[in-house]
C-alpha cells in the first residue's frame, strides 16, 4: 500500500516568492492534516481535512496560508508570499478517520526561503 | 502552542541501556500516542495508549500513562543503534475532536 505522498521534498525561495507543497494521502483516508515542524520541535497543526471540509483550521496564518482539498483527496498548501520565519517543514499526515486514531505521515516538504 | 512536553530534550546512552523519555500534558486526553522521527524523514506512529489503560508493550517498546499526573512515559529496552532518533508524545484530548498536539520530542543518540 502506498503512503502518503508529499512533493517537493525540497524549495529553496526568495522571500516574497509564491511556493506551494503537495499532499497524496493513502487511499481511502478521509482526514488530511497539514503540520508545520519548525527545527527541532514537534509538529504544529495548520489546518484539518474532513473530506473536502476544513475543519479546524485555527492555527493557519491566512493571510498569506491557502489550503485546498478539491474532491476530497489530494492537497495543496499555498504561501504567497512566503517570508524568512516560513522556512520549516511542512508536512502532511492522513487518517482513516476514527477519532484519536493513528496518523500516517508523508516524508514533508523541506522549505528555505532566503 | 504544543500540550505534552517532553523530558529530557536530548538523551545520548550506549547500546544495549534502555532509554526512557517522558512526556507531560496539561488537559484531559482520549488517548496518548508516540512516534519516531529519523532525521530528515516524516513521524512514524510506535503505540497508542488510552486514557483507561495504564501500561502498553509493543516489541521492545515499554509505555506507562499515568492520568492523575498528566504524564506518560515511554521505555525502550536493550537499545540499538538504529534506534536513534527523535520522539514525540501527542495527545488526543478530549475537547479538541479529531486532532493530534505534539510535543517538542526528545532526541536520542545511541552510540554503537
Known amino acids: 500500500e502506498a503512503g502518503v505522498v508529499q512533493s517537493p521534498r525540497y524549495k529553496i525561495i526568495e522571500k516574497k516568492q509564491p511556493v506551494a507543497f503537495w499532499c497524496n494521502p493513502i487511499?481511502?483516508?478521509?482526514?488530511l492534516y497539514w503540520y508545520r515542524q519548525n527545527l527541532g520541535q514537534g509538529p504544529e497543526l495548520l489546518i484539518r481535512?474532513?473530506?473536502?471540509?476544513?475543519?479546524?483550521d485555527s492555527q493557519l496564518p491566512k493571510d498569506r496560508f491557502s489550503a485546498e482539498r478539491l474532491k476530497g483527496v489530494d492537497s495543496t498548501l499555498k504561501i504567497q508570499p512566503a517570508e524568512l520565519g516560513d522556512s520549516a517543514v511542512y508536512l502532511c499526515?492522513?487518517?482513516?478517520?476514527?477519532?484519536?486514531?493513528?496518523?500516517?505521515f508523508g516524508e514533508g516538504s523541506r522549505l528555505t526561503v532566503l | 502552542s504544543q500540550q505534552g512536553e517532553e523530558d529530557p530534550q536530548a538523551l545520548s546512552i550506549q547500546e544495549g541501556e534502555n532509554a526512557t523519555m517522558n512526556c507531560s500534558y496539561k488537559?484531559?486526553?482520549?488517548?496518548l500516542q508516540w512516534y519516531r522521527q529519523n532525521s530528515g524523514r516524516g513521524l512514524v506512529h510506535l503505540i497508542l495508549?488510552?486514557?483507561?489503560?495504564r501500561e502498553k508493550h509493543s516489541g521492545r517498546l515499554r509505555v506507562t500513562l499515568d492520568t492523575s499526573k498528566k504524564s506518560s512515559s515511554l521505555l525502550i529496552t536493550a537499545s540499538r543503534a538504529a534506534d536513534t532518533a527523535s520522539y514525540f508524545c501527542?495527545?488526543?484530548?478530549?475537547?479538541?475532536?479529531?486532532?493530534?498536539?505534539f510535543g517538542g520530542g526528545t532526541r536520542l543518540m545511541v552510540k554503537p
Open positions: 499526515a492522513s487518517s482513516p478517520g476514527q477519532v484519536g486514531g493513528e496518523l500516517f
Open positions: 487511499s481511502g483516508h478521509n482526514t
Open positions: 481535512y474532513e473530506n473536502e471540509e476544513a475543519v479546524d
Open positions: 488537559t484531559s486526553i482520549n488517548n
Open positions: 495508549i488510552r486514557s483507561n489503560e
Open positions: 501527542a495527545t488526543d484530548r478530549s475537547n479538541a475532536g479529531n486532532m493530534l498536539t
